[in-house]
């Protein structure tokens, strides 16, 4: 009697003690998937209309185009027959497990600084996904940049390997901003100006550059005249971030991208650890530019014509002062995107207009108009030099050869 | 006494209510589908009803199957259009159903045609392609799957009328080269392979040529069958 009860007993045990095992693992993986979300694993992984994180989407680089690899758990295909140490040392060394180079359209420079406990979730995740056998495209690249060797140089250059290491003078909640804005969330990929090496110095981190081959400017993220967050709320940039429209601005282009596939799936907590960092790295208020002087009767007449243009085709949604109604229809005045130096993202947007993401939190956004069809390369470069002019916004006007530069520029 | 005060507070509290309810959406952009597809507007039309340029069509009134598939495919890549698959690149797919209801759901009156400039014969060539086919070389006719009156049939069959021959003539063109494709059964990819340039022109004018008639409506669901699978139009 008393042998069957604790038979009985120790098969309970044993029970449980897999459910628990079992629960772990699934929370480990489910884990995984948030992680591999805050680094937007899919945006590259995933090919359009593709099964998911089976690769082959086309990168176009100013080297040639680079074709991104099938991590899905197929042995042969896939990343199947990888251990966890072979994907940390991927993401952490920027080599492939027989130690070949990895090209760094791989954010292996910002990956670097995953933890390993986060490198062995992810990749728990990516275990647990449907395997695909879909071989690997090889990559596109011009002579000499189709030799694998150059990447040493690279990487001598710009990149220093090693994880996150937290700033005991700054709260867990910076800390943990830091963590994801410069590590899974490789920001700085775009947010940085890029060289003719295609990389990017560590003093330069977050400064800002136009984005190659898309012909976007990713503004930076220290200049509170550019896209610095010093003089935003926290709710501002959490809303930017989670829904992708706030009362100061709106995310278009290649960051709508990472808010519809990344940002959105962060939690409330993460999404305010990054704000908090973010505002934290913007620099002091700068003292404002010299206030732009208009040099001559041409550009007086290029303001007045812009006036007349924004009066009839902007003012209905943006308002006769540029106010706007945020956070669907953003406020023109006071925008740094408006304003900053780069004249790329405003001419972008008068001509292409664009929706912001389709989130959780704004399913429905509402969406610009594309004026290019509508608007002469004059009325463009007169309508955005003045909104960068009109109501105390401090940003110089442009010309209608830039405005017809971009018209070629591409649109995905 | 006691009533009336009641009464006056409650007036006042949903006055008030209302109050605050104004100036929750003063500030904020209607609350509508139009306003939400003012983007598509420049191009299509304010109810989308088309706009001067040839080769941007009329969405109104087209079947809302139609519009969604072809907004998810424009998303995908699969429709090749820059500006197109930009914009819709990262909206979700409830979104675009609802901009394709709207879009359905619009009824503005049909354009007159404009006047054509191909000779009749072509146009005699036109009609027999788009009423009659063609057996021996394998063309159905536009009307056995646009229908007889070329309304388009509900979910995902396309009226043809009120578009401008330059939009038919690229559209056939496109087809038949594989730049433009559908699920599959991909029908059209097989119908305009059998169609020479000759008989797009021919039946690009006749269908412009079409006069505007008062019920555009796509016929409902099963009208008629089909004479072979497609795959926008699942049985």
Same mark, same amino acid.
């Given at each position: 009697m008393v042998s069957k009860l604790s038979i009985t007993l120790l098969a309970v045990a044993a029970l449980t003690t897999t459910a628990r095992a079992q629960d772990k693992t699934s929370d480990v993986i489910a884990r995984g998937e948030y992680l591999a979300r805050a680094g937007d694993c899919t945006a590259c992984h995933t090919a359009p209309e593709g099964r998911l994180f089976a690769g082959g989407r086309a990168m176009p680089t100013p080297f040639g185009t680079i074709y991104t690899s099938n991590i899905t758990p197929d042995p042969e295909a896939g990343i199947g027959k990888w251990t966890a140490d072979d994907f940390y040392r991927t993401m952490h060394s920027g080599r492939f497990p027989d130690g070949g180079l990895i090209y760094p359209a791989m954010p292996f420079a910002s990956y670097t600084k995953v933890t390993r406990a986060d490198s062995d979730a992810i990749f728990a995740y990516l275990r647990s996904i449907a395997p695909v056998n879909q071989k690997n495209k090889p990559h596109e690249l011009r002579f000499p940049y189709d030799n694998r060797q150059l990447i040493l140089g690279w990487r001598t250059l710009f990149f220093s390997e090693g994880e996150f290491k937290p700033d005991p003078s700054k709260s867990a909640e910076w800390n943990r901003g830091a963590y994801l804005v410069e590590g899974l969330g490789h920001c700085g990929m775009c947010h940085s100006p890029i060289n003719a090496l295609g990389g990017t110095s560590q003093s330069d981190a977050f400064k800002g550059g136009l984005i190659p081959m898309q012909n976007w400017y990713a503004p930076s993220l220290t200049s509170n005249r550019e896209a610095g967050l010093g003089d935003w709320s926290i709710k501002d940039i959490t809303d930017?971030?989670?829904?992708?429209?706030?009362?100061?601005?709106?995310?278009?282009?290649?960051?709508?991208?990472?808010?519809?596939?990344?940002?959105?799936?962060?939690?409330?907590?993460?999404?305010?650890?990054?704000?908090?960092?973010?505002?934290?790295?913007?620099?002091?208020?700068?003292?404002?530019?010299?206030?732009?002087?208009?040099?001559?009767?041409?550009?007086?007449?290029?303001?007045?014509?812009?006036?007349?243009?924004?009066?009839?085709?902007?003012?209905?949604?943006?308002?006769?002062?540029?106010?706007?109604?945020?956070?669907?229809?953003?406020?023109?005045?006071?925008?740094?995107?408006?304003?900053?130096?780069?004249a790329v993202n405003p001419i972008r947007m008068v001509l292409n207009g664009g929706y912001p993401p389709g989130t959780e939190g704004n399913p429905m956004p509402y969406g610009m108009p594309p004026f290019a069809g509508l608007l002469s390369d004059n009325e463009v470069a007169a309508v955005v030099s003045y909104i960068r002019t009109a109501w105390g916004n401090r940003g110089s006007p442009v010309s209608a050869r830039e405005a017809n530069e971009l018209r070629s520029a591409p649109l995905n | 006494m006691f009533a009336r005060d009641a009464a006056i507070a409650a007036a006042l509290v949903i006055l008030a209510a209302f109050d605050g309810a104004a100036a929750q959406t003063a500030n904020q952009p209607p609350d509508t589908m139009s306003a939400r597809v003012e983007a598509c507007t420049p191009c299509h039309g304010n109810k989308g009803e088309g706009t001067s340029d040839v080769y941007f069509p009329r969405l109104a009134g087209k079947p809302s199957g139609y519009l969604y598939n072809q907004l998810l495919a424009f998303r995908s890549g699969r429709r090749k259009y820059p500006p197109m698959n930009y914009l819709l690149e990262f909206l979700p797919d409830p979104y675009l159903e609802a901009m394709a209801e709207y879009f359905a759901g619009e009824h503005p009156p049909l354009p007159q045609p404009a006047p054509s400039e191909v000779s009749k014969d072509v146009m005699a060539q036109g009609e027999l392609l788009v009423t009659g086919g063609d057996a021996g070389r394998n063309i159905p006719a536009c009307v056995s799957c646009h229908g007889p009156g070329l309304t388009g049939m509900q979910p995902g069959i396309p009226g043809l009328l009120g %578009?401008?021959? +330059?939009?038919?003539? *690229?559209?056939?063109?496109?087809?038949?080269?594989?730049?433009? /494709?559908?699920?599959?059964?991909?029908?059209?990819?097989?119908?305009?392979?059998? %169609?020479?340039? +000759?008989?797009?022109? *021919?039946?690009?004018?006749?269908?412009?040529?079409?006069?505007? /008639?008062?019920?555009?409506?796509?016929?409902p669901k099963g009208t008629y069958a089909l004479p072979f699978g497609c795959g926008s139009q699942p049985n």
């Open positions: 930017l971030l989670q829904t992708g429209v706030s009362a100061r601005g709106v995310v278009y282009g290649p960051m709508a991208e990472v808010v519809h596939n990344s940002l959105q799936y962060l939690n409330d907590a993460d999404t305010k650890a990054m704000a908090v960092y973010l505002k934290g790295i913007a620099e002091g208020s700068s003292p404002p530019p010299a206030s732009t002087v208009l040099p001559n009767t041409e550009s007086s007449l290029l303001i007045s014509l812009g006036k007349t243009v924004y009066d009839k085709n902007c003012a209905s949604c943006h308002g006769t002062q540029g106010e706007g109604r945020p956070p669907h229809w953003p406020p023109l005045a006071n925008n740094q995107s408006i304003e900053m130096q780069s | %578009l401008r021959a +330059a939009y038919i003539s *690229a559209q056939l063109g496109a087809w038949r080269y594989g730049t433009r /494709t559908a699920k599959s059964p991909d029908c059209m990819q097989v119908v305009a392979g059998h %169609l020479t340039e +000759a008989d797009v022109t *021919a039946v690009a004018a006749w269908l412009a040529a079409r006069p505007a /008639t008062d019920n555009p409506a796509p016929v």
